[in-house]
């Protein structure tokens, strides 16, 4: 996987590279949805992939676009789509559209955002916490009691607080 969206798989006998970027799912929603009588997008198809509740030509469509976009030539296409998913159990397409489609949506799940990838250097150093860190509670909210008579009862409770207004910044 990469951080374009695509993958390499091996299929047909090849290794090969697959690519949904956002023409080809534009593509790809426009033509699943055809014949639908209720429009699907990319994360619901991928949902019904999972399930195996997808149909034939969504998984071909997933295929055929996803060759053309990781590059394979288009005059070989329309070949490969006819001999390794046309012509062979519904079944032995399902992994590879799922691939290909999961890949297009969520990317590379091992690349992590914000991973440290130089050497800190005090210019590139920062004092601020990062957001992915978990934020340290100070010793008094952790020894607050959950049990209070105010909020913690079994039956529903009525919102009865006024709304705030923000006070005007006191002028010296």
């Given at each position: 996987m990469s951080g374009d969206g695509s993958i390499m798989l091996t299929w047909a006998g090849e290794e090969r590279r697959f690519r949904l970027a956002i023409g080809q799912l534009r593509e790809l929603q426009e033509s699943?949805?055809?014949?639908?009588?209720?429009?699907?997008?990319?994360?619901?198809?991928?949902?019904?992939?999972?399930?195996?509740?997808?149909?034939?030509?969504?998984?071909?469509?997933?295929?055929r676009l996803g060759l053309i976009g990781g590059g394979t030539p288009s005059h070989m296409v329309p070949g490969l789509v006819k001999r390794y998913v046309e012509e062979r159990p519904l079944f032995e397409s399902v992994p590879t559209a799922q691939a290909v489609l999961g890949c297009a949506l969520l990317g590379d799940v091992t690349d992590q955002v914000g991973k440290k990838t130089e050497v800190e250097t005090p210019a590139t150093s920062s004092s601020f916490q990062s957001s992915t860190e978990p934020v340290q509670q100070s010793d008094?909210?952790?020894?607050?009691?959950?049990?209070?008579?105010?909020?913690?009862?079994?039956?529903?409770?009525?919102?009865?607080?006024?709304?705030?207004?923000?006070?005007?910044?006191?002028?010296?």
């Amino acid at each position: 996987m990469s951080g374009d969206g695509s993958i390499m798989l091996t299929w047909a006998g090849e290794e090969r590279r697959f690519r949904l970027a956002i023409g080809q799912l534009r593509e790809l929603q426009e033509s699943i949805n055809r014949n639908r009588p209720v429009p699907v997008g990319p994360w619901s198809l991928y949902q019904m992939i999972s399930r195996g509740d997808a149909w034939m030509d969504d998984l071909r469509e997933v295929i055929r676009l996803g060759l053309i976009g990781g590059g394979t030539p288009s005059h070989m296409v329309p070949g490969l789509v006819k001999r390794y998913v046309e012509e062979r159990p519904l079944f032995e397409s399902v992994p590879t559209a799922q691939a290909v489609l999961g890949c297009a949506l969520l990317g590379d799940v091992t690349d992590q955002v914000g991973k440290k990838t130089e050497v800190e250097t005090p210019a590139t150093s920062s004092s601020f916490q990062s957001s992915t860190e978990p934020v340290q509670q100070s010793d008094s909210l952790r020894n607050t009691s959950t049990n209070a008579h105010s909020g913690n009862s079994l039956h529903a409770s009525r919102d009865t607080t006024a709304p705030t207004v923000a006070s005007p910044i006191p002028t010296q």
